[in-house]
């Protein structure tokens, strides 16, 4: 079962045409999330469909591509969503490391 629809708190940013037609990807929207949003956030309901992807790109210079049958794999949170009568899940402004150990960053914001 997929999560078939997000919920994205932040602002959303005015994208221009893409430089190169041979793109494969084609960006549709484009979302700030985390601390530098307060006060301007919004809240975006996204309908997830079988052909889109997300990408994600955290503070640290990560980027992760995922789609709706994916998504639990950088937030296993998720799968609670998909088990429960409701399908959204709600985008949070980051990730923690489940394995806390000294020296370790414990969260990555997005």
């Known amino acids: 079962m997929s999560i078939t629809k997000i919920i994205v708190k932040g602002s959303k940013q005015i994208s221009g045409p893409a430089e190169n037609g041979d793109d494969v990807f084609q960006l549709k929207e484009s979302y700030q999330v985390g601390g530098s949003t307060r006060g301007v956030a919004g809240s975006h309901e996204i309908i997830l469909k079988k052909s889109e992807v997300v990408e994600l790109q955290f503070d640290d210079d ?3 591509f995922c ?6 794999d950088v937030f296993p949170e998720a799968v609670a969503v ?6 959204v899940f709600v985008i949070p402004s980051g990730i923690s490391n489940v394995q806390e150990e000294r020296g370790l960053v414990g ?4």
């Open 82 to 87: 998909k088990r429960s009568a409701s399908d």
């Open 62 to 64: 990560t980027t992760w």
């Open 107 to 110: 969260d990555v914001l997005l």
């Open 67 to 72: 789609n709706a049958d994916t998504l639990e």
